[in-house]
């Protein structure tokens, strides 16, 4: 499993960038529901705009509901 994830990283590093960002926002929601977008983009250090397109790709994924 780490091969293919140091591969991964190897062939398209954003992509390791774009998971963790998606699993902190997921964590943070987790812990402190209900959030705002502007309070989620305050504790993740992201701007508004970057929370909204990824709450919005995760709530077209059924991980989170708004």
């Given amino acids: 499993m ?3 994830m140091e591969l991964q990283r190897k062939l ?3 992509a390791m960038d774009l998971l963790e ?3 902190v926002i997921l964590r943070l929601i987790s812990r402190e529901e209900p ?3 502007r ?3 305050q504790r993740t250090g992201l701007t508004e705009r970057v929370v ?15």
């Fill in 12 to 14: 398209v590093p954003e």
């Fill in 39 to 41: 309070t989620l983009a």
């Fill in 35 to 37: 959030l705002g977008r």
């Fill in 52 to 66: 909204r397109a990824e709450t919005d790709f995760l709530k077209s994924r059924d991980f989170i509901d708004i």
């Fill in 2 to 4: 780490n091969r293919i």
């Fill in 21 to 23: 960002r998606r699993f």
